[in-house]
């Protein structure tokens, strides 16, 4: 179906849902190396003014992918609950905005109405807010989870503790962790992306992760970014893994460049649940988005970057995760351009993330090809805890020295706990304050925390 | 700072142990940090001199050949990966009329600067000159360098099919990390035709003497998986190296 409007004597037209989504999109790079973005400031500004008309409704008869031809398009449609969407039906896309901010309606109304949202929905309201707007709706959407500990509440703020070694080398990357754990960082999860994603390897590290955490008791799970299906063979080898990670995307064809389909992620969360090492909750997943994935796999079916990142999103509440991550900045000014695309983007994939109920964190992060630099990490950074962003990274000084890239560090979570009063996890900050890293006023201890006995005897060792 | 805190330093280079002000960064890591992605920032739009590195090429006695991309400047380079991975129809022709002239080429030597000139300036003569006396020495047919500025990897696919070689293999600076501005990777692609995929291509990266890997160590890489990419067939992820965890450096 064709939508159309008529601005100053000239007549737009606007092929389907998709290629109206498209030129409504806040300009992005994805979306002109793709060409689907709009050619003018003004059919961007049209665009979004027919999408505001658009009825809820019609993004239930219109999918943007046939769900013969995309198993996540059948998950978007077999999952949708007519009940809950029935609050929404009769508004237009320009309406749900409004409602979402009103003040008739209540955050629990907004929580209600989550398995009736398609993503397709989430993005497109998206498309017509200003950033303070994607603040503001987020910051009313509370999502929590549990593993060995409790994400998301209200006023807590949380960091996956990101200690990277281009080799791998245990001894480094237990240093880079307990440097992390002195500045309060890792309650969401100490994570490893690995050099290598040979087995033998992530088995390695993830026994160094399992003696960490249990010879401090650290109300915290460990997580190796390997690949689901290297993660599924080390469980069947009886490693120790809590967490699952994934990349997920929002086409079919963009995870099977991925190496993965949502029956694979289904035996790789089945399996993690049977190893029952949660203590407080079952949340065993953690997935990794960013948009321009489905792009540069050339699986996007025309769809722009944004909408097909908010698809990813239902794959990923799908599997109910204990952490998702959009990796806001990561792949290249080819897709984000500069700090104001990233900015922009990393607002609204956390809105997006949030109102389809997902634990949302952001590694606020960019390359050094792209036009930003540490003060529009600073800027999203803070934009984003005050939307109640759930987790963000901490890396050492901010700076990855495996992946080559700049994310955020510990010192940024301190720096936001202090400007904003944000408290870690309530089990892990209990834990600080008993190492005598925290204070007990939600600030780091002028004393000689405990765990400085671990650091003594890492660093009398051999290199 | 607590002195083991610091120690820790010497099992990474990761920035750990910095201290602080109040919650922020000591003023002495801000500053660093500053400069490091100073250098990094400059390493990606510095332009690549190709007329002297190919002077540098031809004193050495090999063969060189000057070719573009339609890439106009590093902004549009940034934007347009598309572009980078195409020669201008002129480069390719000539290329073509070579191909006829010349007798059967098993592998094409490719230099971009990617996205670092300071890479490709740094490191880019000394690493062909290992690659390719070592191919000689194997008894290779190696093509002419070609060299080509603002070129992504999937131009060694243009450039190898238009020259008809075997295999082609692409230099490319690399994404300039904080740490490291100035590191090299090489690709090597069997059968190169435009619509290859990555998956089809083997990489060696972080060549960076003397903190990453050495030129030697990269060129003996290189020729072992030359030789079994014509050997077999193919190249990417099916080409699985057994030999080469015994070139690992020492203590790695």
């Known amino acids: 179906m064709a939508y159309t409007s008529t601005l100053f004597g000239r007549r737009y037209t606007f092929a389907d849902l998709k290629t109206l989504l498209a030129k409504a999109s806040p300009l992005r790079s994805a979306d002109e190396l793709a060409g689907l973005a709009a050619e003018s400031e003004e059919e961007r500004a049209v665009a979004q003014r027919v999408l505001a008309d658009v009825p809820l409704r019609r993004f239930l008869e219109e999918p943007l992918i046939p769900p013969e031809d995309d198993e996540v398009s059948r998950l978007i449609f077999e999952t949708h609950d007519p009940a809950a969407f029935s609050v929404i039906a009769s508004l237009t896309v320009g309406e749900f905005r409004e409602w979402l901010l009103s003040d008739l309606t209540r955050d629990t109304d907004i929580a209600g109405i989550r398995s009736g949202l398609t993503p397709e929905m989430a993005a497109a309201v998206s498309k017509l807010m200003r950033n303070q707007d994607l603040i503001a709706a987020a910051k009313r959407c509370t999502v929590i989870t549990r593993f060995r500990n409790t994400l998301g509440l209200p006023g807590r703020l949380s960091t996956r503790l990101q200690p990277n070694h281009p080799t791998d080398a245990p001894k480094g990357i237990a240093a880079s962790i307990l440097d992390g754990l002195l500045y309060g960082n890792g309650d969401a999860v100490i994570g490893i992306n690995p050099a290598t994603d040979s087995p033998a390897n992530v088995d390695t590290l993830l026994h160094l992760l399992d003696r960490i955490i249990g010879e401090h008791g650290i109300p915290t799970q460990s997580c190796v970014l390997a690949h689901v299906t290297t993660t599924l063979e080390l469980m069947r080898r009886g490693a120790p893994v809590d967490l699952v990670f994934q990349s997920i995307a929002g086409t079919e064809a963009a995870n099977r460049s991925f190496g993965l389909n949502l029956a694979l992620l289904r035996e790789a969360r089945d399996m993690a649940l049977s190893l029952k090492r949660g203590t407080v909750g079952d949340n065993v997943m953690y997935f990794e988005t960013g948009q321009g994935s489905a792009l540069s796999a050339n699986a996007h079916h025309g769809i722009d970057a944004q909408t097909c990142e908010a698809r990813a999103y239902a794959v990923a509440r799908e599997f109910q995760p204990l952490l998702v991550n959009t990796v806001v900045g990561f792949i290249g000014p080819e897709y984000l351009y500069d700090g104001k695309q990233i900015i922009r983007a990393g607002l609204e994939d956390h809105f997006c993330g949030k109102l389809l109920g997902l634990p949302m964190g952001c590694d606020v992060c960019y390359t050094n090809h792209a036009e930003a630099d540490q003060n529009d990490m600073d800027n999203l950074i803070t934009l984003l805890a005050v939307a109640g962003c759930t987790y963000f990274m901490g890396v050492p000084g901010a700076d990855d020295i495996m992946l080559a890239y700049q994310s955020t560090s510990f010192h940024d979570a301190l720096y936001l706990r202090r400007v904003l009063g944000l408290r870690p996890a309530p089990e892990f900050e209990a834990w600080l304050d008993h190492m005598g890293i925290f204070d007990g006023r939600n600030a780091l201890n002028r004393g000689h925390p405990k765990l400085l006995g671990a650091v003594r005897a890492l660093a009398g060792e051999a290199p | ?252």
């Open chain 2, 1 to 252: 700072m607590n002195e083991a805190w610091s120690n820790l330093r010497r099992f990474t280079q990761a920035r750990i142990a910095l201290g602080r002000a109040g919650h922020a960064l000591p003023t002495e890591a801000l500053l660093e940090f500053q400069l490091a992605h100073a250098l990094a920032r400059d390493a990606v739009h510095l332009p690549w001199d190709i007329e002297a590195f190919a002077a540098q090429v031809r004193a050495s006695g090999a063969d060189c050949l000057i070719l573009a991309t339609p890439v106009a400047d590093r902004s549009e380079y940034l934007r347009r990966p598309d572009l980078g991975r195409i020669l201008v129809a002129e480069s390719r022709e000539r290329l073509r009329h070579r191909a006829m002239a010349q007798a059967e080429i098993d592998v094409v030597p490719i230099i971009t600067n990617g996205l670092s000139s300071t890479a490709v300036e740094r490191h880019g003569m000394p690493l062909l000159q290992a690659v390719l006396a070592l191919y000689r020495s194997h008894g290779f047919r190696v093509g002419p360098v070609c060299l080509a500025a603002n070129g992504r990897v999937a131009l060694s696919d243009d450039i190898g099919s238009a020259l008809r070689a075997r295999v082609a293999v692409i230099v490319v600076g690399e994404r300039p990390g904080l740490s490291a501005a100035d590191s090299l990777g090489i690709y090597l692609t069997y059968a190169p035709r435009i619509g290859n995929t990555d998956a089809q291509r083997n990489c060696i990266s972080n060549i960076r003497p003397p903190e990453g890997l050495s030129y030697e160590i990269a060129a003996a890489k290189l020729v072992y998986l030359t030789e079994e990419a014509i050997r077999r067939q193919l190249s990417g992820v099916e080409l699985k190296d057994e030999l080469l965890p015994l070139l690992e450096p020492a203590g790695d």
